[in-house]
């Protein structure tokens, strides 16, 4: 069970996040979404892009509150995000893609039902 609104919410986030990373950079672009099962009944759904990564020597911060790198950011967008990832139960974590670009990965736990 989860949130709709609110899950709808974080990857609006990160797909936005990422699409602004890549926006002032020359060559391919690509914003690539993927989904799958984990370890210990959780879904992972990974955000990646090919802009310019995760900030040097301040990427253990992207997720406090009230820090950004943007001009017009508010610094509350991957704040909220986590928590709303950490109030289902998950957690929302951010890794540098050699050689250009960040992936961040969403996990969240899942139940399957038995349907009749």
Request: proline content about 4%; hydrophobic content about 40%; overall charge neutral.
């Given at each position: ?40 009944d ?8 090919t ?34 990832a950490?109030s ?14 960040a ?14």
């Amino acid at each position: 069970m989860a949130d709709r609104v609110q899950l709808q919410q974080v990857l609006m986030n990160l797909m936005i996040n990422g699409i602004d990373a890549m926006k002032d950079l020359d060559g391919t672009r690509q914003l690539a979404i993927k989904s799958q099962r984990a370890e210990n009944d959780q879904l992972t759904v990974s955000v990646s892009d090919t802009g310019v990564g995760l900030p040097a020597q301040q990427a253990d911060q992207i997720f406090d509150a009230f820090f950004t790198t943007k001009v017009d950011g508010t610094g509350m967008g991957l704040r909220i995000s986590r928590s709303i990832a950490e109030s289902h139960g998950g957690r929302l974590r951010a890794v540098d893609n050699p050689p250009r670009g960040a992936t961040f990965h969403l996990t969240l736990p899942f139940k399957t039902e038995a349907h009749p």
